[in-house]
């Protein structure tokens, strides 16, 4: 049974180790990581505590509460955030645990394994979810300190920039299983057919060309949705299909460069004429329309931005 404490009245048994997903150097207080996680409708911060860059232990949700920092697994856990968690670009996973931060999480671990021996596991956020976050193995870690390694320990073969690149991977539609950061079958038979679409030599590995190209669908769309229209776009992939194929997949209006170009012309034709006939009001409202439409494009791609970096977190 769960042993209880003068701290807090809930059944504590496990530690979550969890990063900011913020960039390498760069200091965030207890209150803005508080005010991103208000602004997501929560009451209060998600952890319980936030280490500093350096190595300061500061207090967030009160741990009598309940936490709000692992999905189907705040009962009976402490959230423990560090800042940083991903390298100075803002996206690439990375350990940026500062000599101070390193110190401070043990021995914060230590404090309240030793206030609540009911506490047996320290585990990671990636153990839970398909993110990178805390961007190190923190079960291997402290295999030591925890009751369950045998069975619970992350497997030596884990790689964290491999998980990311797996994500991406599924993001550029091209999904393969979990992103567990090890490499199977699956992922590789996803990463081949992924080259074969870009015209790669089908290496079945996160090999520089592979990396450089799924890191435009980071850049350019959400990685919670399918992204290979926009890499195609973007990469001129779409010079390696056949006009024909493409414009077929239209509904075959279109299906020659000759029947675009007269398309274009006739079309050219139209605006022409109805340029002569446009009402006074036509412009201003057109006008109004195109900046509707350009602040709800900006508004879009903010979005995305964010949900990236949540995806990170």
């Not at 860059?53 to 741990?63: A, E, I, Q, S, Y």
């Not at 671990?109 to 190190?136: T, W």
């Not at 590789?188 to 435009?216: C, H, W």
Request: proline share 5%; net charge positive.
């Amino acid at each position: 049974m769960a042993a209880r404490s003068r701290m807090t009245n809930r059944k504590l048994n496990e530690i979550v180790v969890h990063c900011a997903a913020t960039p390498e150097g760069r200091e965030v207080s207890v209150a803005t990581i508080r005010k991103w996680h208000k602004a997501r409708g929560w009451s209060d911060i998600g952890y319980h505590f936030v280490i500093g860059l350096d190595g300061k232990v500061h207090k967030g949700r009160p741990l009598s509460k309940t936490g709000a920092h692992v999905r189907g697994r705040n009962r009976g856990t402490v959230g423990i955030c560090y800042v940083g968690g991903v390298s100075r670009d803002g996206r690439t996973p990375k350990d940026t645990r500062t000599h101070s931060q390193k110190a401070a999480l043990l021995n914060l671990i230590n404090s309240l394994m030793a206030e609540y021996p009911s506490i047996k596991l320290i585990s990671g956020h990636h153990d839970y979810a398909a993110k990178a976050c805390p961007s190190f193995p923190a079960r291997e870690q402290y295999a030591d300190l925890s009751g369950a390694v045998a069975k619970t320990s992350t497997p030596p073969n884990v790689d964290e920039r491999y998980r990311y690149l797996q994500r991406l991977l599924t993001a550029a539609g091209y999904p393969h299983g979990l992103a567990d950061g090890i490499k199977g079958p699956r992922t590789i038979k996803a990463i081949k057919d992924y080259q074969e679409f870009m015209g790669l030599p089908k290496s079945g590995e996160f090999d520089k060309a592979t990396v450089v190209n799924l890191r435009v669908i980071e850049e350019t769309v959400s990685p919670r949705r399918p992204a290979v229209t926009a890499v195609a776009f973007k990469t001129a992939a779409f010079d390696r299909i056949s006009t024909e194929k493409a414009a077929s997949g239209t509904g075959g209006t279109l299906t020659t460069l000759a029947s675009i170009k007269e398309g274009a012309d006739s079309v050219g034709g139209i605006v022409a004429t109805f340029a002569s006939h446009v009402p006074d009001w036509f412009v201003p409202v057109a006008l109004t329309g195109a900046a509707l439409c350009f602040g709800y494009t900006w508004y879009r791609r903010d979005k995305r931005q964010r949900e990236a970096q949540e995806a990170l977190a």
